[in-house]
Protein backbone atom coordinates (compact mmCIF):
# COMPACT_ATOMS: atom_id res chain seq x y z
CA UNK A 1 0.00 0.00 0.00
CA UNK A 2 1.86 3.41 -1.21
CA UNK A 3 1.65 5.84 1.70
CA UNK A 4 0.20 9.42 1.05
CA UNK A 5 4.49 10.66 0.09
CA UNK A 6 4.99 7.84 -2.24
CA UNK A 7 1.78 8.81 -3.98
CA UNK A 8 2.83 12.69 -4.30
CA UNK A 9 5.73 11.68 -5.45
CA UNK A 10 5.09 9.30 -7.87
CA UNK A 11 1.96 10.94 -8.94
CA UNK A 12 3.00 11.75 -12.70
CA UNK A 13 3.49 8.29 -13.39
CA UNK A 14 0.97 6.68 -11.38
CA UNK A 15 -1.52 8.48 -13.13
CA UNK A 16 -0.53 6.60 -16.00
CA UNK A 17 -2.58 3.73 -16.88
CA UNK A 18 0.46 1.83 -17.94
CA UNK A 19 1.44 1.95 -14.44
CA UNK A 20 -1.37 2.99 -11.62
CA UNK A 21 -0.92 2.62 -7.94
CA UNK A 22 -0.52 -1.73 -8.15
CA UNK A 23 2.16 -0.93 -10.91
CA UNK A 24 4.41 1.17 -9.05
CA UNK A 25 4.01 -0.89 -5.93
CA UNK A 26 5.63 -3.93 -8.54
CA UNK A 27 8.44 -1.22 -9.05
CA UNK A 28 8.67 -0.72 -6.00
CA UNK A 29 9.26 -4.45 -4.67
CA UNK A 30 11.39 -4.64 -8.09
CA UNK A 31 14.88 -5.37 -7.35
CA UNK A 32 17.23 -4.36 -10.50
CA UNK A 33 21.34 -5.31 -10.62
CA UNK A 34 23.09 -2.80 -13.27
CA UNK A 35 26.34 -3.77 -14.63
CA UNK A 36 28.74 -1.71 -15.92
CA UNK A 37 30.80 1.56 -15.84
CA UNK A 38 30.64 5.04 -17.35
CA UNK A 39 27.95 7.93 -18.41
CA UNK A 40 25.30 5.73 -19.69
CA UNK A 41 25.52 3.00 -16.31
CA UNK A 42 25.41 6.43 -14.39
CA UNK A 43 22.04 7.77 -16.59
CA UNK A 44 20.60 4.13 -15.74
CA UNK A 45 21.15 4.20 -12.44
CA UNK A 46 19.82 7.55 -12.19
CA UNK A 47 16.54 6.90 -13.89
CA UNK A 48 15.97 3.27 -12.27
CA UNK A 49 15.83 5.30 -8.68
CA UNK A 50 13.81 8.18 -10.25
CA UNK A 51 11.07 5.93 -10.94
CA UNK A 52 11.19 4.06 -7.63
CA UNK A 53 12.25 0.39 -8.73
CA UNK A 54 12.90 -0.89 -5.10
CA UNK A 55 16.06 -2.51 -4.80
CA UNK A 56 19.40 -1.03 -7.01
CA UNK A 57 22.31 -3.41 -7.04
CA UNK A 58 25.93 -2.54 -8.63
CA UNK A 59 29.60 -4.38 -8.62
CA UNK A 60 30.84 -1.17 -6.31
CA UNK A 61 30.15 2.43 -5.44
CA UNK A 62 31.74 4.43 -7.87
CA UNK A 63 32.15 8.12 -8.46
CA UNK A 64 29.92 9.74 -10.97
CA UNK A 65 30.78 13.09 -11.03
CA UNK A 66 27.66 13.53 -13.29
CA UNK A 67 25.08 13.68 -10.41
CA UNK A 68 26.71 15.83 -8.59
CA UNK A 69 24.96 18.63 -11.23
CA UNK A 70 21.68 16.48 -11.00
CA UNK A 71 21.53 17.06 -7.24
CA UNK A 72 20.18 20.15 -6.29
CA UNK A 73 23.32 20.27 -3.11
CA UNK A 74 26.23 20.49 -2.48
CA UNK A 75 27.85 16.84 -1.51
CA UNK A 76 31.58 16.82 0.10
CA UNK A 77 34.18 14.43 -1.59
CA UNK A 78 33.24 11.76 1.39
CA UNK A 79 29.40 12.10 -0.53
CA UNK A 80 30.19 11.45 -3.63
CA UNK A 81 29.32 7.78 -4.45
CA UNK A 82 26.90 6.88 -6.63
CA UNK A 83 25.05 5.31 -4.15
CA UNK A 84 24.97 7.74 -1.65
CA UNK A 85 23.60 9.87 -4.22
CA UNK A 86 20.92 7.46 -5.32
CA UNK A 87 19.64 7.12 -1.85
CA UNK A 88 19.30 10.88 -1.62
CA UNK A 89 17.43 11.69 -4.86
CA UNK A 90 14.67 8.10 -3.59
CA UNK A 91 14.98 7.35 -0.36
CA UNK A 92 12.51 4.57 -1.23
CA UNK A 93 15.35 2.76 -2.78
CA UNK A 94 17.36 0.41 -1.20
CA UNK A 95 20.81 0.68 -2.86
CA UNK A 96 23.25 -2.57 -2.73
CA UNK A 97 26.95 -2.04 -3.78
CA UNK A 98 28.50 -5.60 -4.21
CA UNK A 99 32.06 -5.23 -2.64
CA UNK A 100 34.20 -7.47 -4.44
CA UNK A 101 34.17 -6.70 -8.51
CA UNK A 102 33.82 -10.34 -9.74
CA UNK A 103 31.45 -11.04 -7.15
CA UNK A 104 27.94 -12.33 -8.76
CA UNK A 105 25.53 -10.64 -7.58
CA UNK A 106 22.56 -12.51 -5.47
CA UNK A 107 20.26 -14.60 -7.59
CA UNK A 108 16.80 -12.67 -6.00
CA UNK A 109 17.70 -9.62 -8.35
CA UNK A 110 14.58 -9.59 -10.96
CA UNK A 111 16.78 -9.23 -14.19
CA UNK A 112 20.36 -7.22 -15.02
CA UNK A 113 20.21 -3.94 -16.75
CA UNK A 114 24.28 -4.61 -18.43
CA UNK A 115 26.48 -1.94 -20.59
CA UNK A 116 28.39 -4.77 -20.72
CA UNK A 117 28.27 -8.43 -21.86
CA UNK A 118 30.32 -9.90 -19.23
CA UNK A 119 27.92 -11.16 -16.97
CA UNK A 120 25.05 -12.33 -19.78
CA UNK A 121 25.98 -15.98 -19.81
CA UNK A 122 25.61 -16.47 -16.27
CA UNK A 123 22.19 -14.58 -16.09
CA UNK A 124 20.71 -16.59 -19.07
CA UNK A 125 21.79 -20.14 -17.20
CA UNK A 126 19.74 -18.82 -14.03
CA UNK A 127 16.44 -17.68 -16.85
CA UNK A 128 16.87 -14.30 -15.99
CA UNK A 129 16.01 -11.28 -18.21
CA UNK A 130 19.43 -9.30 -19.12
CA UNK A 131 18.57 -6.04 -20.86
CA UNK A 132 21.71 -4.82 -22.49
CA UNK A 133 22.44 -1.71 -24.75
CA UNK A 134 25.80 -0.26 -25.91
CA UNK A 135 26.59 3.21 -27.28
CA UNK A 136 29.25 5.05 -28.88
CA UNK A 137 29.74 8.75 -31.10
CA UNK A 138 28.19 6.47 -34.39
CA UNK A 139 24.96 4.82 -32.56
CA UNK A 140 23.66 2.62 -30.06
CA UNK A 141 22.01 -0.64 -29.83
CA UNK A 142 19.61 -2.19 -27.44
CA UNK A 143 18.50 -5.84 -26.84
CA UNK A 144 16.78 -7.70 -24.41
CA UNK A 145 17.74 -11.20 -23.71
CA UNK A 146 15.14 -13.41 -22.01
CA UNK A 147 16.32 -16.08 -20.35
CA UNK A 148 13.06 -16.53 -18.53
CA UNK A 149 11.75 -17.26 -22.12
CA UNK A 150 11.64 -20.97 -23.61
CA UNK A 151 13.11 -21.02 -27.28
CA UNK A 152 13.85 -16.99 -27.19
CA UNK A 153 17.11 -15.84 -28.48
CA UNK A 154 19.90 -14.79 -26.75
CA UNK A 155 22.80 -11.50 -26.66
CA UNK A 156 24.96 -14.46 -28.19
CA UNK A 157 23.02 -15.08 -31.06
CA UNK A 158 23.69 -12.02 -32.52
CA UNK A 159 26.62 -11.41 -34.87
CA UNK A 160 29.94 -9.37 -33.58
CA UNK A 161 28.82 -7.33 -36.18
CA UNK A 162 25.17 -6.48 -35.13
CA UNK A 163 26.73 -6.49 -31.72
CA UNK A 164 29.25 -3.55 -32.19
CA UNK A 165 27.32 -1.56 -34.49
CA UNK A 166 29.58 1.27 -36.78
CA UNK A 167 33.43 0.76 -36.12
CA UNK A 168 33.87 4.05 -37.46
CA UNK A 169 35.19 6.71 -35.08
CA UNK A 170 34.16 10.21 -34.12
CA UNK A 171 35.61 11.79 -31.37
CA UNK A 172 32.26 13.56 -30.06
CA UNK A 173 32.77 13.78 -26.16
CA UNK A 174 33.20 11.35 -23.33
CA UNK A 175 35.19 8.13 -23.51
CA UNK A 176 32.94 5.09 -23.25
CA UNK A 177 34.64 1.46 -23.61
CA UNK A 178 33.04 -0.42 -25.72
CA UNK A 179 30.99 -3.76 -24.24
CA UNK A 180 30.76 -5.99 -26.47
CA UNK A 181 32.39 -9.17 -26.57
CA UNK A 182 34.47 -9.20 -29.85
CA UNK A 183 35.29 -5.02 -28.84
CA UNK A 184 36.36 -5.19 -24.90
CA UNK A 185 38.66 -3.10 -24.21
CA UNK A 186 38.61 -0.90 -26.89
CA UNK A 187 38.18 2.57 -26.14
CA UNK A 188 34.79 4.53 -28.28
CA UNK A 189 34.39 7.83 -27.80
CA UNK A 190 30.37 9.02 -27.02
CA UNK A 191 28.60 11.87 -26.65
CA UNK A 192 27.09 12.75 -23.43
CA UNK A 193 22.89 13.23 -24.63
CA UNK A 194 23.49 9.93 -26.34
CA UNK A 195 24.19 8.36 -23.31
CA UNK A 196 21.40 9.85 -21.36
CA UNK A 197 18.93 8.76 -24.32
CA UNK A 198 20.21 5.01 -24.02
CA UNK A 199 20.09 4.67 -20.25
CA UNK A 200 16.23 5.90 -20.57
CA UNK A 201 15.88 2.92 -23.03
CA UNK A 202 16.87 0.78 -21.27
CA UNK A 203 15.40 1.93 -18.20
CA UNK A 204 11.83 1.90 -20.07
CA UNK A 205 12.78 -1.72 -21.15
CA UNK A 206 13.49 -2.54 -17.37
CA UNK A 207 10.11 -1.35 -16.15
CA UNK A 208 8.40 -3.06 -18.48
CA UNK A 209 9.56 -6.33 -17.38
CA UNK A 210 8.89 -5.70 -13.84
CA UNK A 211 5.43 -4.32 -14.51
CA UNK A 212 3.93 -7.01 -16.89
CA UNK A 213 6.67 -9.70 -17.39
CA UNK A 214 4.62 -11.70 -19.06
CA UNK A 215 3.99 -9.02 -22.06
CA UNK A 216 4.27 -10.31 -25.75
CA UNK A 217 7.56 -8.87 -26.75
CA UNK A 218 9.66 -9.90 -30.44
CA UNK A 219 12.78 -10.38 -29.91
CA UNK A 220 14.44 -7.41 -31.77
CA UNK A 221 17.69 -5.72 -32.25
CA UNK A 222 16.91 -1.82 -31.77
CA UNK A 223 19.51 0.25 -33.71
CA UNK A 224 20.20 4.09 -33.43
CA UNK A 225 21.85 6.09 -35.91
CA UNK A 226 23.57 9.22 -34.65
CA UNK A 227 23.36 12.10 -34.61
CA UNK A 228 20.13 11.39 -36.88
CA UNK A 229 18.43 9.32 -34.22
CA UNK A 230 17.39 7.12 -36.88
CA UNK A 231 15.73 3.89 -35.22
CA UNK A 232 15.52 0.25 -37.13
CA UNK A 233 14.23 -2.78 -35.47
CA UNK A 234 16.32 -5.74 -36.37
CA UNK A 235 14.42 -9.32 -35.85
CA UNK A 236 16.93 -11.50 -34.00
CA UNK A 237 16.54 -15.38 -35.31
CA UNK A 238 17.24 -17.90 -32.52
CA UNK A 239 21.05 -19.56 -33.52
CA UNK A 240 20.65 -23.37 -33.76
CA UNK A 241 24.55 -23.75 -33.03
CA UNK A 242 24.72 -20.73 -30.11
CA UNK A 243 26.20 -21.98 -27.27
CA UNK A 244 24.81 -20.15 -24.66
CA UNK A 245 20.82 -20.93 -25.32
CA UNK A 246 20.78 -23.62 -27.81
CA UNK A 247 21.52 -26.05 -24.94
CA UNK A 248 18.92 -28.51 -23.86
CA UNK A 249 17.98 -26.35 -20.55
CA UNK A 250 16.61 -24.01 -23.11
CA UNK A 251 15.87 -25.41 -25.84
ZN1 LIG B 1 21.86 -17.60 -28.07
Not at 16 to 29: A, C, D, F, T, Y
Not at 36 to 63: E, N, P, Q, S, W
Not at 83 to 101: F, G, M, Q, Y
Not at 216 to 227: G, V
Amino acid sequence: MLEDVQIERYSRQIILPQVGGKGQEKLLRGQVYVDGDGLLTAAALFYLAAAGVGTIGMARAKAAPVFSALVEQSLGPDEQSVAHILRRLNPDCTIVTHTDEDEQPSHHYDLVLATTDALHDGWYARHKPFVWGAASGEGARLFVSRGDRAGRPCLRCLSPERVNGPSNRQALGKEETCPASAGRGRTRFLFSPYALFLGTQLVTEALKIILQPEAESPPKLLAYTFPAFHCTEQTVEKNPHCPVCSTPAHD
